[in-house]
């Protein structure tokens, strides 16, 4: 079957640096996206990863290795306004996203 | 700005009434897509349509049928709610199904059975 893992929460402080990882079994693969959801807001687009390596964005940067089926988003410089769920999607031969159920990311002051 | 639209934000209906939740772009894109997300979980795809190719994913219960009469517009009809059917519901769009389209999602609506 489809699978997609990511951890259900994460806490960090303010300021710091956070990494949140996604390991993902599909049936071929044509990218991996990364989605930021605020609570009762809709999902919208950070990142897509399709080569190995990491690809950075501002304060953000996605990592993936196709390999090992992991990818990582990796936010620095923490924002109180950072504290959101984070979904990963994969997208499998089919260009369909198979889609994780999101880390919840919790930002301390 | 080009963009995602759905109404409404909140919809309450009854058990067994039947509702349809609407969405609309500007964004010109040949795909629609309507989600069904619970707290805490992955969304979950329920049917897109590539331009007026309607798909229906395998597990989707017929109470839930969409319409797509032009390109900007797609529907939802929930023939008779259930209290299991309470969820947001998300609409969204690419430009195509293929490559690296991310897909653009609307506000949501947030369903409620009573």
């Known amino acids: 079957g489809q699978n997609i893992d990511q951890p259900t929460e994460m806490t960090a402080t303010e300021g710091a640096i956070v990494q949140i990882n996604c390991t993902y079994q599909?049936?071929?693969?044509?990218?991996l996206f990364w989605y930021q959801q605020h609570a009762g807001e809709a999902p919208t687009f950070l990142s897509y990863?399709?080569l190995d390596g990491l690809e950075e964005k501002g304060r953000f940067s996605s990592f993936l290795s196709r390999s090992k089926g992991y990818s990582y988003l990796l936010l620095k410089e923490l924002q109180m306004k950072d504290s959101a769920s984070y979904l990963c999607a994969a997208l499998d031969s089919n260009y369909q996203l198979i889609w994780g159920a999101g880390t919840k990311l919790i930002i301390k002051p | 700005d080009a963009m995602v639209i759905q109404n409404p934000r909140y919809q309450v209906t009854q058990f067994g009434k039947p509702v349809t939740l609407s969405c609309s772009q500007t964004l010109n894109h040949n795909v629609m897509y309507w989600y069904q997300q619970k707290s805490s979980q992955a969304p979950k795809l329920l049917f897109h349509?590539?331009?007026?190719?309607?798909?229906n994913e395998a597990d989707t219960p017929d109470n839930f049928q969409s319409r797509r009469p032009n390109t900007s517009f797609c529907f939802l009809d929930i023939r008779s709610p259930g209290l299991g059917d309470a969820a947001m519901y998300l609409c969204?769009?690419?430009?195509?199904?293929?490559?690296?389209?991310?897909?653009?999602f609307g506000d949501g609506t947030r369903l409620s059975i009573l």
């Open positions: 349509y590539y331009d007026k190719d309607f798909n």
């Open positions: 969204a769009t690419s430009r195509d199904i293929e490559g690296n389209q991310p897909q653009h």
């Open positions: 990863n399709v």
């Open positions: 599909t049936s071929g693969f044509n990218g």
